[in-house]
C-alpha cells in the first residue's frame, strides 16, 4: 500500500502534519515567506492535497491560530479538571498551561509563530473571542483584580520566553507559580464593570 493511498485515509493526521509543517517553517522565514508549496514539499504531501485541507494561506494562517488555541484549550481544561477549589480556578490552569506551554519541546517554533501571528488581525480577533468566552464561563470564580494580575504575569512569562528576553529562571518557576497561585486565592475585590468587559 503507498504512503499516497494510507494518507487518504488519515486526513486529520495529514492535516495535523501539514500545520506543525507550516509552523516551523513559518518561523524559520516568517509567515509572509512560507509558500504554500515550500510547505507541501516538507511534509512531504501534493501541493493538490495542501489545497483540500488549506486553499488559501489566509485559510492556513486561520488553521494556525485555532491549533493553537485548541492546544491552550486542552491544556487549561486539564488543570481544571485536577483542581477541586473552584476559586481563580480557570486563572490557576491558565498560568500553569502558559508554563507547561513554554517549557514544551515544540515552544521555540511555536512561540516565534504566535508572536508573528499577534499582528494577524484573524489572531487578533480569536484570541478575543477565546477570551472572553472563558471569562464568561469562569467569571464568578476568576474575575477579581488579583486574578487579573496572575493572567497579566502568565502572559508576560510566555512573553518574555518567546522573543528570547530575561524570564523566570527553571530554579525559580516554583516560588513564583507557588506566589502566583496564592493570589488567585486571596478573594480580592471583584473587577469594575468597565474592567470586566476588557479582560
Given amino acids: 500500500m503507498s504512503l499516497a493511498h494510507r494518507r487518504k485515509k488519515r486526513p486529520a ?11 516551523k517553517l513559518c518561523a524559520e522565514v516568517g509567515i509572509s515567506n512560507a509558500a504554500l508549496e515550500a510547505i507541501s514539499q516538507r511534509a512531504g504531501v501534493s501541493k493538490g492535497g495542501l489545497l483540500h485541507h488549506f486553499p488559501t494561506k489566509q485559510a ?26 473552584p476559586a481563580g480556578r480557570f486563572t490557576r490552569a491558565y498560568l500553569l498551561a502558559s508554563l507547561e506551554f513554554q517549557n514544551s519541546p515544540d515552544a521555540e517554533h511555536w512561540n516565534t509563530l504566535g508572536i508573528m501571528l499577534a499582528t494577524e488581525k484573524a489572531m487578533r480577533t480569536r484570541w478575543v473571542r477565546w477570551l472572553s468566552r472563558q471569562m464568561k464561563q469562569h467569571g464568578d470564580s476568576d474575575d477579581t483584580i488579583d486574578c487579573l494580575i496572575v493572567r497579566m504575569a ?44 476588557r479582560t
Wanted: aromatic share 6%.
Fill in 60 to 85: 492556513l494562517i486561520v488553521a494556525l491560530v485555532d491549533k493553537l488555541l485548541a492546544d491552550l484549550s486542552a491544556s487549561v481544561e486539564s488543570y481544571i479538571a485536577k483542581d477541586p477549589d
Fill in 154 to 197: 502568565a502572559d508576560g512569562f510566555w512573553f518574555s520566553g518567546a522573543v528570547g528576553i530575561t524570564s523566570v529562571p527553571a530554579q525559580r518557576q516554583k516560588a513564583f507559580v507557588e506566589t502566583l497561585n496564592r493570589m488567585t486565592r486571596s478573594g480580592s475585590h471583584a473587577l469594575p464593570a468597565r474592567a470586566r468587559s
Fill in 13 to 23: 493526521e495529514v492535516r495535523s502534519q501539514l500545520l506543525d509543517v507550516a509552523a
